[in-house]
């Protein structure tokens, strides 16, 4: 049995539909303080504001510190990322230290990358060692740092990916994450980059179905259907 053809749904018939649908100004001002908030982004949260008087809904005071501690991590600036943590936060970590684990194990990355090896080893005896004899699950992250070293050029070997960008974004949003968490703010992402995830998962899953113009979320475009 031939599988039926999917439908096909005009660019004028599509605007349409997509001008019936009204969204509140107020509400989209919400999604983007809320971003930026999150995010820590203090000067252009406050500048939304006299702008549009848009409430947080985040508390706004840790917004500097968090931002510091992103720019430093995002800089590899981490031993004085781990000194803010501790000095701003040391609640927030007490008893979820994982976070602290993974600035600590960016350093041990970043003194590789350096080619300063013999530090690196001496920094993960001292500082990394004792965080897996009090939780065996790290080991195996220990040890996939620790493969670093084995190569000269470790950037083209699986764990080069320890060197690049993502893998600091990661722990910025993982640190970020926990700060929010202890002051009651359980979102994993900001509110605007959620529904954008479920943008691209409807879109997947209606172009099994259908052919309709489509947002590219690269350009921000409405793009023609694909037949």
């Not at 003194?111 to 300063?116: A, F, P, T, V, W």
């Not at 005896?125 to 470790?154: G, H, I, M, W």
């Not at 970020?176 to 691209?200: R, S």
Request: overall charge negative.
């Amino acid at each position: 049995m031939e599988d039926s053809p999917r439908k096909v749904i005009a660019r004028d018939d599509w605007e349409k539909m997509l001008n019936a649908v009204h969204i509140r100004k107020q509400d989209m001002n919400k999604l983007v303080m809320n971003f930026l908030v999150h995010e820590g982004y203090d000067k252009a949260a406050r500048d939304f504001f006299e702008e549009s008087g848009t409430q947080p809904d985040i508390n706004v005071e840790t917004m500097p510190t968090r931002a510091a501690v992103k720019w430093a991590i995002l800089s590899r600036k981490l031993e004085e990322a781990y000194k803010i943590l501790l000095s701003s936060y040391p609640q927030v970590f007490e008893h979820n230290t994982l976070p602290l684990f993974h600035v600590q194990q960016q350093r041990y990355i970043e003194l590789i990358r350096n080619g300063m090896d013999e530090e690196a080893l001496e920094f993960g005896q001292e500082y990394l060692l004792p965080c897996v004899e009090t939780n065996p699950e790290l080991q195996k992250e220990v040890e996939r740092s620790s493969a670093l070293l084995a190569f000269k050029d470790p950037s083209n070997y699986p764990v080069g990916e320890l060197l690049g960008r993502s893998h600091l974004l990661e722990t910025v949003n993982e640190v970020n994450v926990a700060i929010l968490a202890f002051e009651g703010h359980n979102e994993k992402d900001p509110k605007l980059v959620d529904l954008l995830k479920k943008l691209i998962w409807v879109q997947e899953e209606l172009h099994k179905k259908a052919a309709y113009p489509h947002i590219n979320l690269s350009s921000g475009i409405l793009e023609d259907p694909v037949i």
